[in-house]
């Protein structure tokens, strides 16, 4: 008889990713760590991005953030898709990600500023080569 | 399962409440109106019913009108005062922080003509009487003020209000959704001219409550619904037995033990309070004093609302009311209190119940603690 | 006790509909409207309800509003229908025989400037199609006929005159407060824009019942009620949870044994009506043929009234509705039927139930037969 | 808890009279009977009334009616107070009827009714005499 909705809005991967934050962290010590920064006033979210970029490879991304669940999971998601690869393969295409999470496009803003953030880092990379 | 601290919301029903309610309906059959024997038994509890519920606020009993909720209530309050109001009364002051029954049907009337004043909460999140006051006009027909805000907790000094509404002329509602079974509430001899009232926010069930409806205001009050004559033709429809007989039930109950459940439900929340303070950057939204016990509305800095939220599935809370929540909109009674950046914190609404233990509480202030702090390590300002 | 022959007033509540909202109402605490957990597992037996309701109307679960009951029901379909109106339709068609929600909704309307035409039944209470056809002018936005007549159960022919609205592109709404669970209903694709429904009429609890509102009315369709925004903001307030749970089951019940229900009530009218027969002058209120099977309404001539109601104080039934009864007001349905002199007989509308047993009618009838026979002992013509 | 209100809106004096209807009848044979009948049609109240007259007594009263119960109870009351009486002491005060029956004053049309057949009655017999 009881129908139990699930925990709406969220799918299962922007909950996975939410509560395990993978990759969440600051950026470690020393010369190969490039960090970007991005945040949008209106909703206080704040992105940080770190890479470890050496010779053109990301060795390892992190992030730090303040933000709504699907924030700290498009964070989290691009942090593992980043992890070693090359730079010319850092992309990223925000609508995928929205998809990917299977999150409505009103969280579009957010993801916009994960990826802003991600970008400064890798910007960043690249000026420190 | 969860922790249920959203009280303000819904509480459960209470045990002593269901029993009566599930005994009625099972052995009592006949229409209050009807005039047999069953019909009689019938009207003679909901008679009994409302005497428990003009007890519980010292009102009369021929004051109180059954309605399907405080919603209703309010609505009937509202339209019934405003609708038939002369073309040099059309004028209604309330304030910005109501409940949606109240700011809804006031937007209503506003697109039917009637001119509405809504007067802003301080950063404590009280209304003014001072800007009441001033709000007064000489077109003024009424003032809905609610006596507790139900995000909030914050009492209303609906007392002043009704003084200045009486020696103005003025007729005075108040939503006491939230204050019935939780404050000590008198409405004879008060100037308060009409009071909503709601079951299922004390121990009663949903879906009935109660405008009571004084002297003054009587005269003036038209109906909204229309039908069987029912309520001395202020609310048609079929009384519903079961549900009268339990909001008189949770009304007994309440009278009896109302120090009792106040001093629960202020320990409890104050437990709470204590137990969070221990966190930095925790405030709390409307002020300590003069609020509702069973209220407690914090706010936690450099915090995601919708993450921290969504980091308690095991808590069954509120971050507004259960209504604006459907609509997922930020409280525009918290963005009221006026606070620099309320994007950057996120609020709770703590309410407890009569069912609420002190384990409960350390158990939801430990789960709230950790869900903070974890959601605080992602960044570092 | 009393023999209780009052089930159009308000039938008992079904024993296995009190266990499971005593269950509810003991177990599930959550506002169907809070986003927590508990709030969803209320709002899962909200719409598990919706469902067993869309299912005995073979309706859409998406087309039911829940309300109060009938009575809001009918307001609301009126005035949301009509408040709306430009001014070029401002005119509503109904019928004189209608329950007092519907034609004292009318007039109000007619108050707020609705011309409305009310339309008589004929001797034998039917609301004749051809005279609703009649009625509908240029300016018509919509038809309010009632599917069974509660005084005399008389079925009119709303498909007839939903067909007819369709073609004329007028909405039409049918009061079906007293049809549900005593007749196969089919809501969707009937041209049947709108129905009222209420649960106490067919064993579920008083003070919940439901618009449907189908497609073509939704657009049109106006709230008489504002607040939280629940009900696709069509009907604001919390969700009585136990309430719409016991609606709920007690369609799934209906659903499952309307046939024999159906098969039941007539059995017991017809035998009621057989052993009645056996006394001189008594007619029936309206048809053998196409009625209610619950209802039976019967003259018993050379009677008084008043004094035939009071001698049988063992009976609960009705001499109209038992909202009229509360006025003690002679009935305006059975007025309409246009009988020579309506003064000299007595009227009483028996209505039986799941709960009546043959041996109730056997001693209702007998009950009847003597106080009849002894009042008519007390005058010669 | 439960609050039995009694079978309104009739007072025990009426229900017992219109449950018992003493001295209810038709007029026995004989010449000493005289007859009064009224009725009034929007309610359809019809009231006989009987008295049996000899020498300046009335010996018996009785009625015959159809209406409502506080009808039914005036034709007993009035028909009961005057068994016995002098012609002279018959008299009725409908008010007062009404006040003894505990009845609203809607019902003093129907009282009327029923004085009114006691009054013709009252007449046939003095005619008689
Ligand atoms: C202040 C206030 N007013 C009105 C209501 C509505 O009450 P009800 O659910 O009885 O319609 C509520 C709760 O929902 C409330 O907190
Ligand atoms: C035909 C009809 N409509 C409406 C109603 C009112 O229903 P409710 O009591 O649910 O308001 C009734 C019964 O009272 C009825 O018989």
Known sequence: MVRLIGREPYSAQVLRLFEMTPRAGR????????????????????????????????????????????????????AERWSGRTLPDARIAPRAVLADLEASVSKLGRVLVVESAFQKALQAARTNA | MSIYLDHAATTPIDARVVARMADVMASVHGNPSSTHNPGRIAR????????????????????????????????????????????????????????????????????????VTYVDADREGRVPVSAVEAAIGPQTRAVSVMWVNNETGVIQ???????????????????????????????????????????????????????????????????????????????????????????????????????????????????????????????????????????????FGGVDGEALHASLPGLAISGGSACGAERGEPSYVLRSLGRDDPAAEASIRFSVGRQTTENDIELAAKIVENAVKKLRSLWSD
């Not at chain 2, 609505?75 to 109001?85: D, E, K, T």
């Not at chain 2, 004084?214 to 009384?239: D, S, V, Y």
């Not at chain 2, 339990?246 to 459940?261: K, P």
Request: glycine share 10%; hydrophobic share 45%.
């Open chain 1, 27 to 78: 950026a470690g010590t020393g010369p190969d760590w490039a960090t970007g920064e991005s945040h949008e006033p209106l909703s206080a979210t704040q992105v940080r991005a770190h890479l470890r970029v050496v010779s053109d490879q990301i060795l390892e991304a992190r992030y730090e953030v303040r933000g709504c669940p699907v924030t700290v999971a498009a964070a989290a998601l691009i």
């Open chain 2, 44 to 115: 003679g509890l909901v008679e009994t019913a409302r005497d428990d519920l003009a007890a519980l606020i010292a009102g009369q009993s021929g004051q109180i009108v059954f309605t399907s909720g405080a919603t209703e209530a309010d609505n009937l309050a509202l339209f019934g005062l405003m609708r038939g109001a002369p073309a040099e009364q059309r004028h209604l002051v309330t304030s910005r922080i109501e409940h949606r029954a109240i700011l809804d049907a006031a937007r209503q009337l506003e697109a039917e003509g009637v001119r």
């Open chain 2, 157 to 299: 000094d609906v007392m002043a209000m009704a003084a200045i509404c009486r020696a103005r002329g003025v007729i005075f509602h108040s939503d006491a959704a939230q204050a019935l079974g939780h404050l000590p509430i008198r409405l004879c001899d008060t100037g308060i001219d009409l009071a909503s009232l709601s079951a299922h926010k004390m121990g009663g069930p949903a879906g009935v409550g109660a405008l009571w409806v004084g002297a003054r205001a009587a005269p003036l009050l038209k109906p909204i619904l229309f039908g069987g004559g029912q309520e001395h033709g202020w609310r048609p429809g079929t009384l519903p037995l079961h549900q009268i007989v339990g909001l008189g039930e949770a009304s007994r109950i309440a009278a009896e033990q109302l120090a009792q459940d106040i001093a629960h439900y202020q320990a409890m929340t104050e437990l709470l309070a204590a137990r969070l303070s221990t966190l930095p950057s925790v405030q709390r939204n409307g002020p300590a004093e003069l609020r509702a016990p069973h209220i407690l509305n914090l706010a």
